[in-house]
């Protein structure tokens, strides 16, 4: 029997909607966000683990840091996303 690789990610429904409203993910990651309702996991291969870990770190370069580099409200959220998709220990 082949071991199942995905992960289990949980997001909250403001999480969910940062994710496909404000992040350029591609169709198959935005797919399973959106089939997931809030408060529930969603399951992704490790590769898609980190596709989606940089599309976030791309956008909080674009919009979580005002001009003295504090962090922005969605800043601070995208960085606890970032938190969550870490590879475990």
């Known amino acids: 029997m082949v071991a199942d690789r ?16 404000r992040c350029e993910l591609p169709a198959d990651i935005a797919d399973a966000i959106r089939m997931a309702r809030a408060g529930t996991t969603i399951r992704i291969l490790p590769e898609q683990l980190e596709v989606l870990r940089q ?19 969605e800043g ?14």
């Open 76 to 89: 601070e959220l995208l960085e606890s996303i970032i938190d969550q998709l870490q590879p475990p220990r």
């Open 55 to 73: 599309c976030v770190a791309d956008q909080l370069q674009r919009v979580g840091f005002d001009d003295q580099w504090a962090l922005t409200p």
């Open 6 to 21: 995905r992960r289990d990610i949980s997001l909250s429904d403001r999480e969910r909607r940062v994710l496909l409203e």
